[in-house]
Every structure is written in structure tokens, then in C-alpha cells.
């Protein structure tokens, strides 16, 4: 049964102008096999019909943490969200993403065989509008990656960005504790945040798919 005073996790979503995807990317998180999780939603500002089919499900009992602001940028909305999820494992899926069904219940997995690590990340699928399909790993060479904390930091440094964010889960306090994400960054903000866990933590990975 769920536990509304607190979830494990908090799926977090940050929306701008959402409706075309924000219906498949609630109903992904419905759809886990794992069931002790909340939904926390920041709409930045949206002009959309976002705000209407958000409430459209909090009335029908879904557990959705929901929060309008003033439109203030995409690391601000992460951080809003990460101040309000009451779980203590935060799980990233973004408003044109979807959560394949055993997402949270291979990431739960993760936790318990990983007790040190603080971040966690699995494979994803990219799909195109012309049904084009890729995954994220079939372009990243795990042999030279070194995950261990501080190690995890610079092969982010020298190899580049290769964790996707839709496949990512982090402790919430550890993500406090690195100050969360920087607001002076547009686009690089998930970047950099992984970045600075990476320097204080251990982070793991699985092969599976997680997210498309």
C-alpha cells in the first residue's frame, strides 16, 4: 500500500507548455510496478492547457504534488521540485519522456545492491517523430568509465555527458548537499549537477532500459 507521508521516491517533473506529452509521461509513472511513490510536478509558467490535465488526475486520486510559478527556468523548477518531494530518492523523467512500467522497480533493486552510491542511472531509448531508435549506451565506452566517487566527477569532465537525465535517480539529501542545481545555467544544469555529486559520491549504473 503507498505511504502518502513518505514515498520512497518522487518522481519529479518539471513542465513547461506540456500538453502535447505530459498525459503519456503521468500515465508512465501509474503504469510502475512499483507503487510507493509520489509525483511532484512544477509547471514553470506554462500558457497551456499543462495546469487542467494535471488537476484532471490529482482529482481523480492520483498522488501529485503539484506547483505553478512564474516562469523562472529549468534549474530553478528542478530545485523547486527537489524542496518539495517528500521521498528520499528523487527520480528524474521530464514532461516528453516516458517511464518504461519496471523503471522504479529495477531502480529500488539498484539501492539495495549499491549502498554507497548516491546516484544511479540506467540505459534509455531515444525515439524520433519519424520512429527513428537508439539507446543512449550503444555510444559510450563503460571500460574507460570510472564511477567511484570523485573518479565518477572527471569521466563526466573527459568523456562527456553520458548519463541521460530520464534515466536518472538521486538521494535527496546528497543533492542538498552539493547545493542543487545551479540556476545560472540554461541548458547544462543537469550537467553540472551530476558533475558535483560526482565529486562527493559513488554512483552506479544499470544496462537495462529504464526510460524512453
Request: proline residues 2%.
Given at each position: 500500500a503507498m505511504n502518502t507521508n513518505k514515498p520512497y521516491f518522487s518522481v519529479i517533473i518539471c513542465c513547461f507548455n506540456s500538453e502535447k506529452f505530459i498525459r503519456e509521461t503521468i500515465d508512465s509513472v501509474i503504469k510502475q510496478t512499483y507503487s510507493d511513490w509520489e509525483i511532484v510536478t512544477v509547471n514553470d509558467g506554462s500558457s497551456d492547457n499543462t495546469e487542467n490535465i494535471i488537476k484532471d488526475y490529482i482529482s481523480k486520486g492520483v498522488n501529485i504534488n503539484y506547483f505553478f510559478q512564474e516562469n523562472r527556468g529549468f534549474a530553478?523548477?528542478?530545485?523547486?521540485?527537489?524542496?518539495?518531494?517528500?521521498?528520499?530518492?528523487?527520480?528524474?523523467?521530464?514532461?516528453?519522456?516516458?517511464?518504461?512500467?519496471?523503471?522504479?522497480?529495477?531502480?529500488?533493486?539498484?539501492?539495495?545492491?549499491?549502498?554507497?552510491?548516491?546516484?544511479?542511472?540506467?540505459?534509455?531509448?531515444?525515439?524520433?517523430?519519424?520512429?527513428?531508435?537508439?539507446?543512449?549506451?550503444?555510444?559510450?565506452?563503460?571500460?574507460?568509465?570510472?564511477?567511484?566517487?570523485?573518479?565518477?566527477?572527471?569521466?563526466?569532465l573527459k568523456y562527456g555527458c553520458f548519463i541521460d537525465s530520464e534515466g536518472v535517480m538521486f538521494n535527496k539529501a546528497a543533492a542538498l548537499e552539493v547545493g542543487g542545481f545551479d540556476e545560472r545555467y540554461s541548458y547544462i544544469s543537469d550537467y553540472d549537477f551530476f558533475v558535483k555529486m560526482g565529486r562527493l559520491y559513488d554512483f552506479s549504473y544499470t544496462k537495462e532500459d529504464l526510460s524512453k
Open positions: 530553478n523548477a528542478r530545485n523547486k521540485c527537489l524542496d518539495l518531494a517528500k521521498g528520499e530518492w528523487i527520480v528524474i523523467i521530464d514532461h516528453d519522456d516516458i517511464c518504461l512500467p519496471k523503471r522504479l522497480e529495477i531502480q529500488a533493486a539498484q539501492i539495495k545492491k549499491n549502498p554507497s552510491s548516491k546516484l544511479f542511472f540506467g540505459d534509455t531509448i531515444h525515439f524520433s517523430e519519424n520512429g527513428d531508435i537508439k539507446n543512449q549506451f550503444s555510444t559510450i565506452d563503460f571500460s574507460k568509465i570510472e564511477l567511484e566517487k570523485n573518479k565518477a566527477a572527471n569521466s563526466l
